[in-house]
C-alpha cells in the first residue's frame, strides 16, 4: 500500500474489496480503528528496514542450492609473523573478537577485515597480513562474526551463518569502531556474508567510514540508509552469481544514483565465491585482478 494513501482513500479501498457495503455505516468509527493500525505497520516497516539486506542474504543458509554452491574449503593451515588476537568490548557485554594486524607506526588509518561463511579461519588471517603489508600505513581488523566457531564443511558454514544474530553482529561492529577511536579513518572489506557485512559496517561508522569493499555481498536497500552513506564503495560483482544477481545490482546501481552516492562496479564472468582460494572453484586470474583494484581504492580513498 502507498504510504501516501490518505485515509479516505483506504476507507474506499477496504469497503469495495472486503466489506460489501457494510463500511457505508461506520466509516469514521474505521477510519478511528485502522489509522493507528497503518501508522503501526508504517513504523514496524521503517525499523525493520534497517536490517532487511543482512536478513535477506542471511536466509540463503536455508537455500540447498547456495549451500551446495560452496564447496568444502581446501586445507590450509596459516601461521601468521606480525597479526594477534585481540579482544574489545561491546554493548552486549559479549567480548567481541578479531584478528590484528597493526601498522608498524602509530596511524589513524583501519581496515575492518569480514570473513566469509566459513568464518575467520586461516585464509582470512592471511588476507588481513597481506592486506596489511600492501597498504603499509594501515591497521587491519579482521573482525570475528561468529565468536570463534570456524566451519571447514558446508553444514557446519549453513549452522553457522544461521545461527548469526543480527544484533550481535551489529554489537560486534560498533564495539570495533569504539576500539579504533573517533579518530579513525575506517575502511571496509568482505567476502560473502562478509561482503554485505563490509557496508553495513560502512554505514555504522558513519563520517568515520571513508571506503567500502564489497565482494559479491548482499548491498544495502533502504534508501534512507544509503543517504547516509559517507564512502565511495566497489563492488566486485560475478555475473554467474544466482542470488547476488544483475537485478540486485541494478537495484543497487540505481539506490546509489537515485542518492548521488559514488559506486565503482567490477565484474567478472565468474561465479559466486571465485576470489577464495579455499574454494575448488577459486579464479586466481580473476581474484588477482579484483585484488588489485580493491588495494588501489584503498589508497585512493582510506590513505588519499
Known amino acids: 500500500m502507498d504510504r501516501a494513501m490518505s485515509a479516505k482513500t483506504f476507507s474506499t479501498t477496504i469497503h469495495s474489496k472486503q466489506f460489501g457495503g457494510r463500511m457505508k455505516r461506520f466509516p469514521y468509527l474505521m477510519i478511528l480503528l ?4 497503518i501508522a ?9 528496514a534497517i536490517a532487511s539486506s543482512t536478513k535477506d542474504f542471511a536466509m540463503l543458509a536455508n537455500d540447498p542450492a547456495f549451500v551446495a554452491t560452496h564447496l568444502d574449503p581446501l586445507p590450509f593451515h596459516y ?14 557485554s ?23 561463511w566459513w568464518g575467520l579461519n586461516d ?68 567476502w560473502c556474508l562478509g561482503g554485505g557485512w563490509s557496508m553495513q559496517a560502512t554505514l555504522a561508522a558513519v563520517k568515520q ?36 544477481n544483475k537485478n540486485v545490482l541494478d537495484e543497487f546501481q540505481k539506490g546509489m544514483s537515485d542518492a548521488k552516492k559514488i559506486l565503482t562496479v567490477k565484474s567478472y564472468d565468474a561465479d559466486h565465491a571465485f576470489a577464495n582460494p579455499s574454494n575448488p572453484k577459486f579464479n586466481k586470474e580473476f581474484a588477482d585482478d579484483a585484488h588489485k583494484h580493491a588495494v588501489d581504492f584503498f589508497k585512493s580513498h582510506l590513505l588519499k
Not at 34 to 37: E, G, I, K, M, Q
Not at 97 to 106: L, P
Open 40 to 48: 503501526f505497520g508504517q513504523a514496524s516497516k521503517s525499523c525493520c
Open 123 to 190: 585464509y582470512i588471517q592471511r588476507e588481513a597480513e597481506n592486506l596489511q603489508k600492501e597498504l603499509s600505513n594501515v591497521t587491519v581488523i579482521a573482525l570475528d562474526l561468529y565468536d570463534k566457531k570456524v566451519a571447514a564443511t558446508q553444514a557446519d558454514a549453513q549452522k553457522y551463518m544461521g545461527e548469526l544474530k543480527e544484533e550481535r553482529a551489529r554489537s560486534i561492529i560498533d564495539g570495533a569502531i569504539k576500539y579504533v577511536g573517533t579518530k579513525a579513518r575506517i575502511g571496509t572489506i568482505g
Open 94 to 116: 559479549i567480548e567481541g573478537r578479531g584478528f590484528e594486524v597493526k601498522a608498524s607506526k602509530a596511524t589513524n588509518n583501519v581496515v575492518f577485515l569480514f570473513h566469509e
Open 79 to 92: 601461521q601468521s609473523n606480525t597479526g594477534k588476537w585481540i579482544t574489545f568490548k561491546t554493548s552486549d
Open 34 to 37: 485502522l489509522v493507528p493500525v
Open 209 to 244: 567510514g571513508v571506503a567500502c569493499v564489497m565482494y559479491y555481498g548482499m548491498p544495502e536497500k533502504d534508501m534512507e540508509r544509503i543517504k547516509s552513506l559517507n564512502a565511495p564503495v566497489l563492488f566486485v560483482f560475478a555475473s554467474q552469481d544466482q542470488w547476488i
